[in-house]
């Protein structure tokens, strides 16, 4: 054998390989598989000489790493000390091919006896130090592989599987598994100073056990059940069990339960062998009855677990069908035939179990039938309680996954069948059923009201007993405290009411009227803590979100996922759930996908609507839509005026929370004081629910004038704070405890109307179309042509400044005295400029404009509406033309350039008048800071919010509109459709030099 770190990797590899070694490549520098070259791992390693040289072509740097086969053992000892110390215990060890790690460590390479493969796991911690490899399941990484702190190096050559020597015997003794324990019954003490005959019936006792559950092992785990029980039988072979008696008995299971008799025979002996190597010495004598082992003594009839002596299924010739015995699960068979007919019993598995509940799980829209099922081992010991749905129990795979591989379902055929039939017939004696509320917030129980929490329920009368809530992981800690009573409970709520000394009333006011409108149902909106990192938004929300317990942590963030964040939405029913941090994202990837995720949810909590389901039947589910409050904190805030308006805005700035006060609440939080408060109002609410959601809806509507705000959302929101303000206080009048504050209250409300129009402004279409426009110009996205400009002609002469409208100056490059530089476009032409721009307008290439701005607003991340509601908002608010003929509303108009007519959006003048992009001149028909628009509020700019007159409300535009009864106005570029032509209207040549005028025929309107 050579020493590899004289030759190539690739070469190494093959040698490997040719030894019958598989290999696999390592990333360079490293310890771990290739993950482009074998992307699954060790189950690609390989010894095909030619899938080598192609991974080894493809990184010639790659390490090599070996996956010696299930026969070999390979030895790990991570440091020096471990090795001397495995070495000086076993000196046989010295000749074994070994390498050295960079670390220091030791592999050392052995093989297994035939019998023992298998047996060992690499997972196996017995040997302090000592890792086990090979085995067919752990590669190493080997010679010539160099890592960072240095490269592998054989002390030993690496020989082929075969030719390695064996492991030693005390070493493989304490390396493999331990043997079962035998039953509790068999007391080993009492087989000595017996008479020889019972002697060895309860030694055959004894082995015939053992038989029976080597018989009974699963594909899988037969080789090594074979080797456990044959290690235990070996252990009492001293006793004067014959050891040709015993290999035998146990091959004959073994090969019953499918092992090939070669490997049964090599591992029953090795087991034995391994046994009688570490004698067990009986255990100290214990009173005890007959032999559990003799088919007629009284231990076969007493219990091994509480569950044994039931019967069910009826009867066959008179026996029970099935039974429970020994802390098994048999079966009734009937043997022989005429007289001699009798029954036998043959078992189903090795475990007891009954349904101890039948459970009808509900989350109030749909429920699930489960099976809550208890079970014991055949030697008494409880396994954990395993809750099944109904539709999986028959199919019995939900033993391995609640109890493990100690659960054995033996084999048989329609031996499933059986052991489903026996456990539902063994348990219809005492079967209880229950229902389970996986959902928070109210529900009828017993025809009344319950407010249900994690730790029960709230009636009319204080806390329900009885009721089981699991909302899931989530809501675990979402517990209320039964209410409190007389001056405890004014006291909770006078302590509650000081929550809003934290932080400025605008913010703390509508936080606990939010808080406390949770349990009157779902919330048509969301409230949405805004403010900058170190503001203390978080702490501020946790605080409010322990009204349902206390909270060291936001039950959910941002962070989650949209399903995740609608199915906590949907289970926290009439609850508040804090969503926390918002926040900008570091690539545009990711902060668009956290856009979509926040538009999803509060579109879901605004429209009250969830995702429509299909069950895999074709059949359609009822979705789950938002049926609580949504608290969310963000450091940014979600782009779209439609998701803005789905939402209240609060804004926190740094510095306004009184630390002091915050320390306060929130060791009041965790000592339950606001869960108290919450609790008694709770009570309050049950004892007349419908009622309350009743004077709440129509207090809503009899207040929204109050709240007269930029969107119709904003104004049902704050009507319901209000109107939750004025709920409260009659709870509280009711207790005999009355609040103070409410001009505070009423204050804090108007500010957050008057704090919303920014919020909403910031993303309205409208608003933004002019700064898009005119941004898009400056920045050479676009440009804009003077209808009366032609090709050679100088743009100086009819723009003032081109570099507004998309023009850019380039120097020219000549040295002669009289050379002069040239204006040229930038981006795609999207409209026409007139003359006077300020009067006239201009006009917009509807596509052309709007995919150049469309896509400027999306970089800003804000995206627009679709083209057709961009202009049809456009011409609501008065910023384009339009015309209204037969009933139809066209928002384009035909201006004719050259022999063609092309659809054009004709923007107003009085709108590029305010824009301020053109500047003031003598010319200007409205100047910047005077005159003001008379229109409605919501027309882009703050100098034009203004309240139209009652006669007004068409007239957006009354100079420049055409719709007027004067006539003949030059200012008109589109006029009523009773005047066929307008004179005076402006025309000029476009870059074509052909005219340009308005076309008053009918256009169609996209």
């Known amino acids: 054998m050579r020493s590899y770190e004289k030759y190539s990797t690739s070469a190494t590899a093959l040698e490997y390989a040719g030894m019958g070694y598989p290999v696999l490549p390592l990333l360079p520098g490293e310890k771990r598989p290739h993950g482009r070259l074998v992307p699954s791992g060790l189950r690609d390693a390989s010894t095909d000489p030619e899938v080598l040289r192609r991974w080894w072509q493809a990184a010639p740097g790659a390490g090599v790493g070996i996956l010696p086969p299930a026969e070999t053992l390979a030895l790990d000892c991570d440091v020096p000390s471990a090795w001397g110390a495995l070495l000086a215990e076993y000196p046989e060890l010295g000749e074994a091919p070994r390498q050295r790690t960079p670390r220091g460590g030791v592999h050392v390479f052995l093989r297994l006896p035939a019998g023992l493969v298998g047996s060992l796991t690499s997972s196996a911690r017995k040997l302090p130090g000592v890792d086990l490899r090979g085995l067919g399941k752990a590669y190493l990484a080997a010679a010539p592989t160099t890592l960072p702190n240095g490269a592998y190096v054989w002390e030993l050559p690496l020989l082929p599987p075969a030719e390695l020597p064996l492991a030693p015997e005390g070493l493989l003794a304490r390396l493999l598994p331990d043997p079962p324990p035998p039953p509790p019954e068999y007391q080993p003490a009492r087989l000595r100073g017996i008479a020889a005959g019972t002697h060895t019936r309860r030694l055959e006792g004894l082995l015939r056990w053992a038989c029976e559950r080597v018989a009974a092992a699963p594909q899988g785990q037969r080789h090594n059940t074979l080797l456990g029980y044959a290690r235990l039988i070996g252990g009492y072979l001293h006793l004067g069990l014959d050891p040709e008696q015993a290999a035998a008995a146990l091959v004959a299971a073994a090969v019953q339960a499918g092992l090939p008799p070669l490997e049964a025979e090599a591992t029953a002996r090795d087991g034995l062998r391994y046994g009688q190597a570490a004698p067990l010495e009986p255990p100290a004598e214990k009173a005890r009855a007959s032999n559990p082992y003799d088919p007629g003594g009284e231990a076969a009839k007493a219990p091994t677990c509480p569950l044994d002596g039931r019967t069910g299924g009826g009867l066959v010739l008179g026996k029970p069908r099935y039974k429970i015995e020994r802390g098994q699960i048999w079966a009734a068979k009937p043997e022989k035939q005429g007289e001699g007919q009798g029954v036998g019993y043959y078992p189903l598995s090795n475990f007891a179990a009954i349904i101890e509940r039948e459970i009808a799980a509900t989350d109030g829209l749909e429920n699930e039938t489960l099976f809550e099922i208890k079970g014991y081992t055949s030697t008494g010991r409880p396994l954990p309680a395993a809750w099944v749905r109904a539709g999986e129990f028959a199919g019995m795979n939900w033993t391995a996954r609640h109890w493990g591989s100690e659960a054995v379902v033996l084999p048989g055929q329609s031996n499933r069948d059986h052991l489903r039939a026996a456990i539902q017939f063994l348990s219809l004696e005492g079967l209880r059923r229950t229902t389970v509320y996986r959902h928070l917030g109210w529900a009828k129980v017993d025809g009344q009201w319950v407010y249900l929490h994690a730790g029960g329920g709230i009636g009319a009368n204080g806390g329900v007993e009885g009721l089981e809530v699991q909302p899931g992981r989530v809501f675990e800690g979402f517990a209320l405290p039964d209410p409190p009573e007389d001056e405890a409970e004014r006291e909770a709520i006078r302590t509650l009411w000081s929550l809003r000394e934290v932080a400025p009333s605008r913010v703390t006011v509508p936080l606990l009227l939010y808080a406390l409108g949770a349990p009157l149902g779902h919330s048509p909106y969301s409230l949405y803590l805004a403010g900058p990192t170190g503001s203390r938004k978080t702490s501020l929300a946790l605080v409010i979100q322990s009204l ?24 926290g029913m009439d609850t508040p759930l804090l969503v926390d941090d918002y926040a900008p994202q570091a690539s545009e990837q990711k902060q668009k996908e956290l856009q979509a995720k926040a538009a999803r949810l509060l579109r879901s909590q605004g429209n009250g609507t969830g995702r429509g389901r299909m069950r895999a039947d074709g059949s359609l589910a009822g979705d789950k839509p938002p049926r609580g409050s949504l608290l969310l904190t963000g450091e940014d805030v979600p782009p779209g005026h439609s998701v803005r308006a789905r939402c209240l805005f609060l804004e926190l ?28 109002w709770v009570r309050w609410l049950a004892r007349d ?16 004038p109050r709240y007269n705000a930029l969107h119709g959302r904003v104004t049902d929101a704050l009507a319901r704070l209000h109107a939750l303000w004025e709920l409260y206080q009659e709870y509280t009048a009711t207790v005999g405890c ?50 009366n400009w032609r090709p050679g002609r100088d743009i100086e002469d009819h723009l003032p400044d081109p570099a507004r409208w998309g023009w850019r100056y380039r120097e020219t490059t000549s040295g002669h005295p009289d050379a002069r530089g040239v204006w040229e476009p930038l981006g795609p032409q999207i409209g026409w400029l007139p003359d006077d721009p300020e009067v006239h307008g201009l006009y917009l290439d509807p596509t052309a404009a709007y995919t150049v701005l469309g896509r400027l607003a999306n970089e800003s991340g804000e995206p627009l509406p679709t ?15 339009v015309r209204v003929e037969a009933g139809v509303t066209r928002y384009q108009a035909r201006v004719r350039i050259g022999s063609g007519l092309i659809r054009a959006i004709h923007l107003a003048g009085v709108y590029i008048a305010k824009s301020g992009n053109s500047g003031n001149n003598e010319h200007s028909a409205v100047q910047d800071g005077t005159n003001p628009v008379p229109t409605k509020r919501g027309v882009p700019t703050q100098e034009w919010e203004q309240s139209p007159a009652s006669d007004a409300a068409s007239q957006v535009f009354p100079l420049a509109s055409g719709n007027t009864q004067k006539t003949g106005n030059s200012l008109n570029h589109v006029q009523d459709g009773t005047k066929p032509t307008v004179p005076t209207v402006p025309t000029s040549t476009d870059i074509r030099g052909s005219r340009v005028d308005l076309d008053l025929e009918d256009a169609d309107v996209f």
């Not at 039950?555 to 939405?569: G, R, V």
């Not at 909403?760 to 003077?786: I, N, Q, T």
């Not at 456009?874 to 910023?879: C, I, P, T």
């Open 738 to 787: 009355d609040l103070e504050g409410e001009g505070e209250v009423l204050e804090a409300l108007e500010q957050v109307l008057q704090g919303q129009g920014e919020y909403l402004r910031g993303a309205d279409p409208v608003e933004r179309f002019g700064p898009l426009l005119f941004s898009a110009l400056r920045m050479g996205r676009g440009h804009l042509v003077p209808l």
């Open 548 to 571: 349902w317990g206390h909270h060291d942590t936001p039950p959910a963030s941002w962070e989650t996922t949209t399903n995740a964040l609608e199915a906590l939405a949907f289970t």
């Open 653 to 680: 700035g740094r510095g306004e929370v009184r630390l002091d006060r915050l320390s306060e609440a929130q060791t009041l939080a965790r000592e339950g004081a606001y869960a108290r408060a919450l609790s008694g």
């Open 867 to 881: 083209e057709r509601t961009l202009w049809k908002r456009l011409a609501e608010r008065g910023v384009i033309h």
């Open 689 to 704: 629910l419908e009622a309350h959601r009743d004077r709440l809806r129509s207090r809503i509507e009899g207040l929204r």
